[in-house]
């Protein structure tokens, strides 16, 4: 018998797998987020719709209450007209506090003529303009609600003949009118005090129409935002006794027109660095504009001192566009010169940077700057010759760095303290940088000078990429025994401090150059960093040639454009004589008599 063999198959269980599972987790998570962020917005709707409606609520109720009021009591508590409305109240409706402010103004009305006009409106107050604002500093996106209505009187219009009429006309630097503008008027000198908020049209204007009368009692204000802030003065205050714009005067049936001009604020950085584009710290200024506020004594609107921080910035964000006059009061530099020439005449709604390039004081000081006679501009490459109390020359836009000592030994890198700098890279061993201190020459064996020695110096770093002008040494003649070109000297410049290849005049490594006061060859420019080489040689080694300063001269970022300065000068009378290619020589006469001065030379083409 043949049995059947019966197969029995198990149901497998079946489920998620970990991957199922979090896919459909963030499935649900995304869903629900959605949800949630839909009826969140739906719900803040809903809360914004509510404060709104409430608070049309509110400024509908004010307008009701000012039409109901009787027409002599339409105003605000201390405003013109004057009445029983308070100009700023706090109410709550609905579990939020609103602010309602109020302003009602006197309207005139072209149709029966305007005060001032043809004809002539004698009673000018034809009727009023309520403006209610409601607002919620309280509550999240909140909109401003804003209504108006006009009430006008029952029967003939309600006006004082014993009143008058303040313009206030608000315009920008280019007389051009400010519309918004802020506008707070107050006279102090009634009972209860006037004090009006309100805001010019779009012709610049704010009228107020039935003033009561007075004399130099209404005090104006006007500014807006980012923009700055002009006003009135009271006659005889201490510091300003005859102010320029003094409070305003109403008289009756007259129309007084104040003219305020305000325009965006502007920003100033200052920076104070040397020429070599060091910051230099804490540097005190003075800064003036040259708008008054007064005279007989003249009182500047801008007048105030300032002091740069650790990195050499002071920056001024709210200035006012003006002429700025500036002086460096501080106890330890002078100014050497500046970027852009001062004076500074800042525009509305503009951002100057100005750079103070600045010595430490070496009385006397005068610094010359030299200027295009027809643009104003500086003139930089132009030769200043002074003669008299000192005999220098010195090139308008130039920076220069000045080494007089080589004692303090080798092995500097790079120089620290370029203005006095006393060390240098290396040498042969065959120079003498001691004896005496403050000059280099050959190494005296026994009785004798050796041949030849070269010395190289620190690195200078100028700051920035620069262009460099000439090479000079003193002194510049040689003994005769010591042979031609006993001194030569060839320069290297790189941008990184690290690769030195040293060339001469004709930017070769194989030309020297042996002229005192020569100049350096293009293919340095754009570099930053400078070295020099000294060659010494004798044909008899019973003389030595010498080298007390080598200097060189350059442009960059901060050295000044079109001025230069003359330092440790004699009291006394200097005699300046300037020149440029494409110009006029100028000449001046200067009486040094300050620690510090200053002098401007145009130039014609």
């Given at each position: 018998m043949i049995k059947m063999q019966t197969f029995t198959r198990k149901k497998q269980a079946q489920g998620f797998t970990l991957v199922e599972t979090v896919v459909?987790?963030?499935?649900?998570?995304?869903?629900?987020?959605?949800?949630?962020?839909?009826?969140?917005?739906?719900?803040?709707?809903?809360?914004?719709?509510?404060?709104?409606?409430?608070?049309?609520?509110?400024?509908?109720?004010?307008?009701?209450?000012?039409?109901?009021?009787?027409?002599?009591?339409?105003?605000?508590?201390?405003?013109?007209?004057?009445?029983?409305?308070?100009?700023?109240?706090?109410?709550?409706?609905?579990?939020?506090t609103f602010t309602v402010t109020t302003v009602v103004r006197n309207i005139d009305d072209p149709f029966d003529g305007s005060i001032g006009g043809v004809p002539n409106d004698t009673a000018p107050a034809d009727y009023k303009l309520v403006d209610i604002t409601v607002v919620c500093a309280t509550c999240a996106n909140f909109t401003p609600i804003a209504l108006s209505t006009y009430v006008a009187p029952k029967n003939l219009e309600f006006s004082s003949s014993d009143n008058g009429a303040l313009f206030v006309h608000v315009f920008d630097a280019n007389g051009q009118p400010v519309s918004d503008a802020a506008v707070h008027i107050e006279n102090n000198s009634v009972t209860p005090a006037i004090v009006i908020d309100d805001v010019t049209g779009a012709n610049g204007t704010l009228q107020l129409i039935d003033v009561p009368p007075g004399t130099e009692v209404y005090e104006v204000t006007a500014t807006k935002s980012a923009y700055s802030t002009d006003e009135t003065y009271p006659a005889g205050a201490v510091g300003n006794p005859n102010p320029t714009k003094r409070h305003a005067t109403v008289a009756p049936e007259q129309v007084t027109s104040l003219s305020l001009s305000i325009d965006r604020l502007s920003t100033i950085t200052f920076s104070s660095v040397i020429d070599i584009c060091a910051p230099v710290a804490d540097i005190d200024f003075h800064l003036s504009g040259s708008r008054l506020i007064g005279t007989e004594p003249d009182v500047l609107?801008?007048?105030?001192?300032?002091?740069?921080?650790?990195?050499?910035?002071?920056?001024?964000?709210?200035?006012?566009?003006?002429?700025?006059?500036?002086?460096?009061?501080?106890?330890?530099?002078?100014?050497?010169?500046?970027?852009?020439l001062l004076p500074l005449a800042i525009t509305p709604n503009s951002s100057?940077?100005?750079?103070?390039?600045?010595?430490?004081?070496?009385?006397?000081?005068?610094?010359?700057?030299?200027?295009?006679?027809?643009?104003?501009?500086?003139?930089?490459?132009?030769?200043?010759?002074?003669?008299?109390?000192?005999?220098?020359?010195?090139?308008?836009?130039?920076?220069?760095?000045?080494?007089?000592?080589?004692?303090?030994?080798?092995?500097?890198?790079?120089?620290?303290?370029?203005?006095?700098?006393?060390?240098?890279?290396?040498?042969?061993?065959n120079v003498d940088v001691s004896s005496p201190s403050g000059e280099v020459k050959l190494l005296l064996v026994g009785s004798e000078y050796v041949s030849s020695g070269t010395l190289v110096s620190s690195a200078f770093d100028?700051?920035?990429?620069?262009?460099?002008?000439?090479?000079?040494?003193?002194?510049?003649?040689?003994?005769?025994?010591?042979?031609?070109?006993?001194?030569?000297?060839?320069?290297?410049?790189?941008?990184?401090?690290?690769?030195?290849?040293?060339?001469?005049?004709?930017?070769?490594?194989?030309?020297?150059?042996?002229?005192?006061?020569?100049?350096?060859?293009?293919?340095?420019?754009?570099?930053r960093y400078f070295r020099y080489k000294l060659f010494l040689a004798t044909a008899t080694t019973s003389v030595t040639p010498s080298v007390s300063d080598v200097s060189f001269t350059f442009t960059s970022a901060c050295?000044?454009?079109?001025?230069?300065?003359?330092?440790?000068?004699?009291?006394?009378?200097?005699?300046?004589?300037?020149?440029?290619?494409?110009?006029?020589?100028?000449t001046s006469s200067v009486s040094v008599i300050n620690n510090w001065q200053s002098t401007d030379i145009p130039l014609s083409p």
């Amino acid at each position: 018998m043949i049995k059947m063999q019966t197969f029995t198959r198990k149901k497998q269980a079946q489920g998620f797998t970990l991957v199922e599972t979090v896919v459909s987790v963030a499935i649900f998570v995304t869903v629900f987020l959605s949800l949630y962020g839909v009826y969140s917005r739906i719900f803040t709707l809903m809360s914004i719709s509510r404060l709104k409606t409430v608070a049309v609520a509110l400024a509908n109720e004010q307008l009701e209450i000012a039409r109901n009021l009787p027409y002599a009591n339409v105003g605000t508590q201390t405003g013109i007209p004057n009445g029983s409305i308070p100009a700023s109240q706090t109410l709550a409706r609905g579990n939020a506090t609103f602010t309602v402010t109020t302003v009602v103004r006197n309207i005139d009305d072209p149709f029966d003529g305007s005060i001032g006009g043809v004809p002539n409106d004698t009673a000018p107050a034809d009727y009023k303009l309520v403006d209610i604002t409601v607002v919620c500093a309280t509550c999240a996106n909140f909109t401003p609600i804003a209504l108006s209505t006009y009430v006008a009187p029952k029967n003939l219009e309600f006006s004082s003949s014993d009143n008058g009429a303040l313009f206030v006309h608000v315009f920008d630097a280019n007389g051009q009118p400010v519309s918004d503008a802020a506008v707070h008027i107050e006279n102090n000198s009634v009972t209860p005090a006037i004090v009006i908020d309100d805001v010019t049209g779009a012709n610049g204007t704010l009228q107020l129409i039935d003033v009561p009368p007075g004399t130099e009692v209404y005090e104006v204000t006007a500014t807006k935002s980012a923009y700055s802030t002009d006003e009135t003065y009271p006659a005889g205050a201490v510091g300003n006794p005859n102010p320029t714009k003094r409070h305003a005067t109403v008289a009756p049936e007259q129309v007084t027109s104040l003219s305020l001009s305000i325009d965006r604020l502007s920003t100033i950085t200052f920076s104070s660095v040397i020429d070599i584009c060091a910051p230099v710290a804490d540097i005190d200024f003075h800064l003036s504009g040259s708008r008054l506020i007064g005279t007989e004594p003249d009182v500047l609107k801008s007048d105030a001192s300032y002091v740069t921080n650790a990195s050499g910035i002071k920056t001024l964000s709210s200035v006012e566009w003006d002429t700025y006059n500036f002086s460096l009061t501080d106890g330890g530099y002078d100014l050497a010169g500046s970027n852009p020439l001062l004076p500074l005449a800042i525009t509305p709604n503009s951002s100057q940077n100005v750079q103070l390039t600045v010595i430490p004081k070496d009385p006397r000081s005068l610094m010359v700057t030299v200027r295009d006679a027809a643009t104003g501009l500086p003139i930089s490459g132009a030769s200043v010759v002074i003669t008299g109390v000192a005999d220098a020359t010195l090139i308008t836009g130039r920076g220069s760095i000045t080494q007089t000592d080589w004692s303090g030994g080798d092995g500097q890198a790079t120089s620290t303290n370029p203005a006095g700098e006393n060390e240098y890279f290396s040498s042969d061993g065959n120079v003498d940088v001691s004896s005496p201190s403050g000059e280099v020459k050959l190494l005296l064996v026994g009785s004798e000078y050796v041949s030849s020695g070269t010395l190289v110096s620190s690195a200078f770093d100028t700051g920035s990429p620069s262009n460099f002008q000439t090479i000079i040494w003193q002194p510049s003649t040689q003994p005769s025994d010591a042979g031609a070109d006993s001194v030569r000297v060839q320069v290297a410049t790189n941008s990184d401090a690290g690769t030195w290849n040293f060339l001469g005049p004709d930017g070769t490594a194989g030309s020297y150059y042996t002229i005192a006061d020569t100049n350096i060859n293009a293919v340095h420019n754009n570099n930053r960093y400078f070295r020099y080489k000294l060659f010494l040689a004798t044909a008899t080694t019973s003389v030595t040639p010498s080298v007390s300063d080598v200097s060189f001269t350059f442009t960059s970022a901060c050295v000044p454009p079109g001025q230069v300065i003359f330092t440790g000068l004699n009291a006394g009378t200097v005699d300046i004589a300037v020149s440029k290619s494409g110009y006029q020589t100028a000449t001046s006469s200067v009486s040094v008599i300050n620690n510090w001065q200053s002098t401007d030379i145009p130039l014609s083409p």
